[in-house]
């Protein structure tokens, strides 16, 4: 699986984006999606992810009620809209392919497939 994220940009806060990731393959709608980020001089975190069938999610503390992710599998595309951006949200974001089921969503070490990422910049 390729995946090609796209979306990213220079927003003020409280701005909204919509991120997305195409991936190419045909085993797409079989993946969990995750969104991923890594702001410069930390550790890449864990944003969002999505279950195949798009009826799970998974989020993030510090995005929740903020941030939405959802898939069109048959447009092999994973989506991660952004409300209420803040500053802090500054960061390059990754999304993620691979299989897993509950906790093991949230691991970097569950997903197999990366995407090259997009800058997200929030300037307060």
């Known amino acids: 699986v390729q995946l090609q994220a796209s979306g990213g940009g220079l927003v003020q806060s409280g701005d909204s984006l919509r991120l997305s990731c195409a991936a190419s393959g045909r085993t797409f709608s079989t993946y969990v999606m995750g969104w991923f980020r890594q702001a410069p001089g930390k550790e890449r975190e864990f944003v969002a992810a999505?279950?195949?069938?798009?009826?799970?999610?998974y989020y993030a503390d510090s995005v929740k009620g903020r941030f939405t992710i959802s898939r069109a599998n048959a447009k092999n595309t994973v989506y991660l809209q952004m409300n209420s951006l803040k500053p802090e949200d500054t960061a390059v974001y990754y999304c993620?392919?691979?299989?897993?089921?509950?906790?093991?969503?949230?691991?970097?070490?569950?997903?197999?497939?990366w995407g090259q990422g997009t800058q997200v910049t929030v300037s307060s």
């Open positions: 999505i279950s195949w069938s798009g009826l799970r999610t």
């Open positions: 993620a392919a691979g299989y897993c089921s509950g906790y093991g969503c949230y691991e970097i070490r569950t997903y197999d497939y």
